[in-house]
């Protein structure tokens, strides 16, 4: 079955810590893109990639980093996480067919930074 | 550049009521619009896109929303509510075609009555 994972799905973690948020996706898609969601709040762009060995910053400027060196694995890591960073984090794919360029989304990993 | 507006955070209705849940957009470009929804501890899930044909989408769940170029609206409705549709609901715009990415609004959570 086609789909797409995030693994933690909770983490709660000290301050300092070196963290890293798993997504994969089983679809082939080639773009992937992680959204950071605080609650009442629009979710924020924060990384995309468009292929393999592709990244960008999104919209929300973000400490974290990515990488993309298969198509179906696009990690996000916080080499020291802070308080700030407590949020939950959304990734997400799409593919480049014809059309609207339609997500399809994990379920989210909640990072809590104590 | 893109924007979308959800009017109010909160939105409460009894069980059989209309559903309505508004989002006005801004838009350079002819938009594609989306809503999605997220149930708790969920990731966020398509219900219905306008890709710029019919102006009135049908979704799942029994949901449509008509898009309206004058007004810069794409609201949502549903006939009659059902407490399964309890859930935060996002409108999100984009350029037309894959290659452009999502805004998405605030939220607006749906909360039914017995």
């Known amino acids: 079955e086609a789909d797409i994972y995030q693994t933690p799905r909770y983490l709660v973690i000290g301050t300092g810590k070196k963290i890293t948020l798993e997504c994969s996706q089983t679809?082939?898609?080639?773009?992937m893109y992680w959204y950071q969601q605080d609650p009442g709040m629009e979710l924020h762009l924060i990384h995309y990639?468009?292929?393999?060995?592709?990244?960008e910053k999104g919209d929300l400027s973000s400490e974290s980093t990515v990488s993309r060196i298969r198509t179906e694995h696009f990690p996000l890591t916080l080499e020291s996480a802070r308080p700030s960073h407590t949020s939950q984090y959304l990734c997400a794919s799409s593919d480049s067919g014809a059309g609207a360029n339609v997500l399809t989304f994990g379920a989210g990993s909640r990072l809590t930074v104590l | 550049a893109q924007s979308v507006t959800q009017l109010g955070s909160h939105v409460s209705v009894s069980e059989g009521a209309l559903v309505l849940l508004r989002c006005n957009y801004s838009s350079s470009v002819p938009p594609y619009l989306f809503w999605y929804v997220q149930y708790p501890n969920q990731g966020l899930q398509l219900l219905l896109k306008y890709t710029s044909a019919a102006t009135l989408v049908k979704g799942i769940n029994g949901f449509e929303a008509e898009f309206k170029k004058s007004e810069t609206s794409f609201h949502l409705t549903k006939p009659s509510a059902h407490m399964s549709d309890a859930a935060e609901y996002f409108c999100?715009?984009?350029?037309?075609?894959?290659?452009?990415?999502?805004?998405f609004g605030s939220g607006t959570r749906l909360l039914v009555r017995p």
């Open positions: 999100a715009v984009s350029g037309p075609g894959p290659s452009h990415k999502l805004i």
């Open positions: 679809m082939g898609h080639d773009k």
């Open positions: 990639s468009y292929g393999v060995n592709s990244t």
